[in-house]
């Protein structure tokens, strides 16, 4: 009776009659105006900060960015409205109507018929000047506002393509993402570089925990993944990573993002070294293509030549070498190196890895099958003899060096055993005799991480 009862009145208070809805707006971002194809005399919305002031006579040109492209928007208006209160920082609504542009830099223009200044700014106290290039020092005491500066704002949209090219080239292979968590438990680099996490207010109990266990800040998901792979094929996760590190190198961060990717019934590296390669060509490509005036501004004013570098690594192949053979090539190498390469087994250092570059024409370069003694225990023995290596490969390219690192995982148990058990670990990885296994049969599958 009830239900019927509010069914009536629902029905007592509604019309055939649709419902008004508003005009939807005419608001357009400052790179869909500039690419636009009607100008035609479209009224359009525009919403940013202003980047110019200039006055000619009795007509007043605004330059109006809103962070969506390098470029800015020119409004043209008449000097009606108050100048005083247009000034370079302030955020406005300009409607208008968007027409073609009789000058040669850009396609079209608005022409203003109301502007409204959203919020004021006071040009002399403001940190950055206009037509000021000021160095990452200065502006780094500004976090809040640097992000309005043309370099910043270049490099967060390449960031930005950058980040959806990765997701969608893993979506585009078949690849699951795995929210992998930010507190854990674990240790997964075995190098105590490890933020821990505590609660604000301190515990009673000082022996205890939070989670009755130490936690800490990731290092890598990759443990996470490891699981996640027991039941999907191809598994990735891209996110924050945490390193304390005590180091003040552009090497060592203690805060960045990490891709990491697991890849089940991987028979060899070179499956492994196929998806790398055209991840990274993917991306590039993609960043290139739909950030040109952004990748510009980075090869004119930050890193001269890199662009040229970039189409040329997409020109080739990625080329491939052994571990020894990096060895044989540096002890002929006629550069004096700060560590010297005489020995099987020693760790390449970055200058190692940027020569190496060099000695491949600056061609991306994977460094395969290294010795056991420096990677992991859970890397594929290759069972070569003496030399006992493993399937593990390091992709080294220009100026950065190592770039990439992944390996095959060992799902010989009865090795797997004997290695842990050497290493006194049989305890605390007693969870691997059930993990990757498949219906009690083990896996073989591989691993990156960018």
């Not at 809805?21 to 900060?49: I, M």
């Not at 780094?140 to 997701?167: F, M, Q």
Request: charged share 25%; proline share 5%; net charge neutral.
């Amino acid at each position: 009776m009830l239900g019927a009862r509010c069914l009536f009145r629902a029905l007592r208070f509604c019309s055939s009659v649709p419902c008004p809805r508003h005009k939807p707006s005419s608001k357009l971002s400052v790179r869909d105006a500039l690419r636009s194809q009607n100008t035609s005399g479209e009224r359009v919305k525009v919403q940013g900060w202003i980047r110019s002031v200039r006055s000619q006579k009795e007509v007043l040109f605004l330059h109006v960015n809103d962070g969506s492209s390098l470029e800015s928007l020119q409004v043209v208006t008449d000097s009606s409205f108050d100048s005083k209160e247009l000034v370079f920082g302030s955020s406005v609504e300009v409607q208008g109507q968007l027409v073609k542009s009789p000058s040669k830099r850009q396609n079209v223009e608005l022409k203003a018929e109301k502007i409204e200044v959203i919020g004021n700014c006071d040009a002399k106290a403001f940190p950055i000047k206009y037509k000021e290039r000021h160095p990452l020092e200065y502006l780094r005491k500004y976090p809040h506002l640097r992000c309005r500066t043309n370099v910043l704002g270049s490099i967060l949209r390449i960031r930005s393509e950058a980040t959806a090219a990765i997701h969608s080239f893993f979506k585009d292979n078949g690849f699951v993402h795995i929210h992998t968590p930010v507190i854990t438990s674990n240790d997964c680099e075995g190098a105590g570089e490890l933020f821990q996490v505590e609660p604000s207010s301190k515990i009673k109990v000082p022996e205890e925990n939070f989670f009755n266990v130490p936690a800490f800040l990731t290092v890598s998901g990759q443990l996470h993944l490891e699981v996640m792979s027991g039941a999907f094929t191809q598994v990735f996760t891209f996110g924050p990573t945490f390193r304390a590190e005590n180091s003040q190198s552009r090497r060592h961060l203690a805060e960045f993002y990490m891709v990491e990717a697991e890849i089940c019934f991987a028979e060899n590296l070179q499956n492994l070294m196929q998806v790398i390669e055209d991840l990274f060509k993917a991306t590039t490509m993609i960043i290139l293509s739909n950030c040109p005036e952004d990748v510009e501004l980075c090869h004119k004013f930050i890193a001269p030549g890199h662009k040229d570098r970039l189409e040329h690594m997409l020109k080739n192949n990625f080329l491939i070498i052994s571990y020894m053979e990096a060895i044989e090539i540096l002890k002929k190498a006629s550069q004096n190196f700060t560590f010297t390469p005489e020995v099987w087994g020693v760790d390449l250092q970055t200058e190692h890895e940027k020569y190496l570059v060099k000695h491949c024409g600056n061609i991306p370069v994977f460094v395969t099958n290294y010795p056991l003694a420096l990677k992991p225990f859970y890397m594929r023995d290759n069972e070569d003899g003496p030399q006992h290596t493993v399937a593990a490969v390091d992709l080294l390219v220009p100026v950065v060096g190592e770039l990439f690192g992944g390996s095959l995982r060992e799902e010989r148990y009865h090795i797997l055993e004997q290695r842990l058990a050497r290493l006194g670990l049989t305890e605390v990885y007693q969870w691997r005799s059930l993990g990757p296994r498949c219906h009690w049969e083990w896996l073989p599958f591989s691993s990156g991480e960018l």
